[in-house]
């Protein structure tokens, strides 16, 4: 039998079966001798133990389209980064580490910048701006007003989609605006600290109608660069793109070259300082960790 895994928790795999119901599965030991690790939304066979009460081991893995470490899933046909217009401030390197990370595994990103509320009409558009040329998909919602939901909800359909972002931004809300009925655990940003309680502790598949898979998964403050030559970053800015040739030297990584076409853009406006500032940083980070 065929079926996919919707959650992990303590060794144990939930396998939604199709027509079936869920499983409570254990993976064989077989995995765990060839270090391999069954991920949140892993396509996989499994045997059936004892159908009364719906236990059973999962035997196979079938080959994944996709995997990421962090959030842990596969199989992602896009994922949407959400972080808080206002309260915790925006971190754009964090945002951009994970459009790299996206990029580097061929997966389509949406950026949602949640509580729109919070936050004046211009200092939103600024924000907005940052990414217009970036290939991604920006929505601006409120889980106050209902603004942008409606929109955000039309480009989950047919898809399954990785919901990250920081903690507290206001993802677990977002998910119940899109889905009255996941009822999901939100919790309350401290008034203290200005940060939210860690309330998303493992990533869990929903399947949410109109072919709508939504895969939530744990808040994180931090991301690890992925492996990559230097001269790789500047592939995955779109917004160089435009720009590709009239450098003036062949294979221009537009940081300290002279005649540099991108860094002409960018001191004009045309290309967000923001991004550029990142890929720069990003560029360095790169180019400082050894390869073995």
């Known amino acids: 039998m065929e ?11 939930y396998v939604h079966a199709n027509g079936m119901g869920v499983f409570e599965c254990k993976a064989k030991g077989i995995f765990r001798n060839n270090n391999i690790k069954p991920l949140v939304g892993d396509n996989v066979t499994l045997e059936i133990l004892d159908m009364e009460n719906m236990s059973g081991n999962i035997t196979d893995i079938l080959p994944r389209k996709n995997c990421l470490i962090r959030p842990a899933v596969a199989n992602a046909d896009q994922a949407v980064i959400i972080f808080a217009a206002s309260y915790p401030k925006p971190d754009l390197n964090l945002l951009d580490r994970f459009l790299l990370m996206m990029g580097m595994q061929g997966i389509p990103v949406g950026i949602c910048f949640n509580k729109a509320d919070d936050v004046c009409g211009e200092e939103l558009l600024q924000l907005a701006d940052n ?9 601006v919602t409120s889980t106050v007003t209902g603004a942008g939901i409606e929109e955000l909800k039309e480009s989950l359909k047919g898809r399954t989609t990785v919901l990250a972002g920081p903690s507290g931004v206001g993802k677990s809300s977002v998910i119940n605006r899109l889905f009255p009925e996941a009822n999901m655990e939100t919790g309350d940003i401290s008034n203290k600290i200005k940060r939210g309680k860690h309330t998303t502790r493992h990533s869990e598949l929903f399947s949410l109608g109109d072919g709508i898979y939504v895969m939530d998964t744990p808040g994180f403050t931090s991301l690890r660069l992925p492996a990559a030559e230097k001269e790789e970053v500047k592939d995955y800015y779109p917004e160089f793109q435009d720009y590709i040739g009239e450098c003036r030297f062949l294979g221009c990584v537009h ?34 960790i050894r390869k073995y």
Request: positive net charge; aromatic residues 14%.
């Open 255 to 288: 940081i300290n070259e002279p005649g540099c076409a991108v860094k002409k853009a960018v001191e004009e406006g045309k290309i967000s300082q923001n991004r550029y500032s990142n890929y720069k940083q990003f560029y360095e980070e790169i180019s400082r």
């Open 131 to 139: 990414y217009k040329d970036s290939g991604c998909m920006v929505y």
């Open 3 to 13: 079926g996919k895994i919707i959650r992990g928790i303590a060794g144990f795999y």
